[in-house]
């Protein structure tokens, strides 16, 4: 089936540093979405891209939507405490149905 | 806002017992999913629906099962609670359709977190 590859699996970073983070995959989608997830919770949507190319802000959160449409990256600017997480790209395959990356854990060293 | 509720929260099952993870959204959405996250990883979709009385496989749906009754209730049921269906369970939900919709948004769950011993 179709698979999501996303890197850094994991990253320590000081507070106030910028995070980058990707996906890319085998096959082509047609939406990315980024997710962010707390403990106990469930998947909240950071931001959604539909176009090739598309480059989406939300805050200090900046997403692309790769040109081949099989890549996609997120980055948080300025990091703060509460960015804290689980951040997990997915794309967007028939049916509305997702797959979903490994996740990306974001610990943050104040 | 209650959105997309999950019941229950926390469920231990032995080996062999069955159970059914609930499910129900108020936003009259039409397609519902079910996931499940395994330590470490992202979410597997397991089954769908499209909308009422339509059901239909995901990526890992053995061991389980699925109803789609109603718009706003989409339960999943284990039959024999095998080790291997320890996971966190996720439910979601999304509105498909017409030209103002915020498209493709899944709205999920908090999650059933079960444990088979």
């Known amino acids: 089936g179709q698979q999501l590859n996303q890197s850094p699996q994991s990253m320590f970073i000081q507070e106030g540093e910028d995070v980058s983070m990707n996906c890319t995959s085998s096959?082509?989608?047609?939406?990315w979405l980024w997710y962010k997830q707390d403990p106990g919770e469930g998947p909240v949507l950071l931001i959604a891209?539909?176009?090739?190319?598309e480059l989406t802000s939300n805050g200090r959160l900046t997403a692309q939507f790769g040109i081949t449409r099989k890549d996609s990256f997120l980055n948080i600017s300025a990091s703060i405490p509460s960015d804290v997480g689980i951040y997990f790209c997915?794309?967007?395959?028939?049916?509305?149905?997702?797959?979903f990356g490994q996740g990306t854990r974001l610990t943050i060293n104040p | 806002n209650a959105g997309v509720t999950q019941t229950p929260k926390f469920r231990i099952l032995k080996i062999g017992q069955s159970m059914t993870l609930q499910c129900t959204q108020d936003?009259?959405?039409?397609?519902m999913y079910w996931y499940r996250q395994d330590p470490g990883m992202g979410l597997k979709l397991i089954y769908y629906?499209?909308?009422?009385?339509?059901?239909d496989k995901g990526e890992v749906p053995n061991g389980y099962n699925v109803s789609r009754s109603t718009t706003e209730d989409f339960p999943l049921r284990l039959e024999l609670a095998a080790p291997s269906q320890t996971s966190v369970y996720f439910c979601?939900?999304?509105?498909?359709?017409?030209?103002?919709?915020?498209?493709?948004?899944?709205?999920f769950g908090a999650g059933t977190r079960l444990s088979v011993l």
């Open positions: 979601a939900s999304t509105l498909s359709g017409g030209p103002f919709i915020a498209k493709n948004i899944q709205y």
């Open positions: 096959s082509i989608f047609n939406t």
């Open positions: 891209l539909y176009k090739a190319g």
């Open positions: 997915a794309g967007l395959s028939g049916a509305q149905k997702l797959v």
């Open positions: 936003m009259n959405h039409n397609y």
């Open positions: 629906s499209v909308g009422a009385g339509i059901t």
